[in-house]
């Protein structure tokens, strides 16, 4: 097994913050390629969003891993809480459903800072799928979001700023948490 990524040891993770999210399917198995399962498998992490006060702020599902940028919207928010929670409700489900093991152990997380625009993440996340050769127009993925406005309007409002897309540490957002 491998071991759990290390949090940081002076912060509570409890609070009005925001966090960019990776959880990654056992074995980087191309799991999230069926409509039924990508479906089962994220209204458990919204469940657990919504019952630990996060809001999704934008999220893509790929075959073998997932991003989210998730917010706290109070300040008890807690974001173990959350991503605990999410992995085991939906592992659960999917376990139920297929008889196979769903997530690695542990995730990667980067807690944003408060000056830190979120708009280099969410770049970053949706996209995702033309980076990974899936599309050549993000308009033509189906497992993305952009919280509580519409994916072509954040294109749009993301085009309109020249944005760059974040970058992760060298294997950071790809490597087995």
């Given at each position: 097994m491998l071991p759990k990524r290390p949090r940081l040891k002076d912060?509570?993770?409890?609070?009005?913050?925001?966090?960019?999210?990776?959880?990654?399917?056992?074995e980087r198995s191309k799991?999230?390629?069926?409509?039924?399962?990508v479906a089962l498998v994220w209204s458990q992490i919204l469940r657990a969003?919504?019952?630990?006060?996060?809001?999704?702020?934008?999220?893509?599902?790929?075959?073998?891993?997932?991003h989210v940028l998730a917010g706290g919207l109070a300040e008890t928010s807690d974001f173990r809480r959350f991503a605990s929670l999410a992995k085991q409700r939906a592992a659960f489900e999917f376990t139920s459903a297929t008889r196979r093991k769903l997530w690695?152990?542990?995730?990667?997380?980067?807690?944003?800072?408060e000056a830190e625009s979120s708009l280099p993440f969410i770049r970053y996340i949706l996209d995702n799928p033309v980076r990974g050769g899936l599309v050549k127009h993000l308009e033509d993925y189906s497992y993305l979001g952009a919280g509580a406005i519409s994916v072509p309007q954040m294109l749009r409002e993301l085009a309109?700023?020249?944005?760059?897309v974040w970058?992760?540490?060298?294997?950071?957002?790809?490597?087995?948490?």
């Open positions: 912060f509570s993770y409890t609070g009005r913050y925001r966090y960019f999210l990776t959880f990654c399917t056992h799991i999230f390629v069926d409509d039924t399962v969003a919504d019952e630990c006060m996060f809001e999704v702020i934008a999220h893509v599902v790929m075959p073998d891993h997932l690695q152990p542990s995730y990667y997380d980067h807690v944003l800072r309109e700023g020249e944005i760059e970058q992760p540490l060298q294997g950071c957002a790809t490597r087995q948490p």
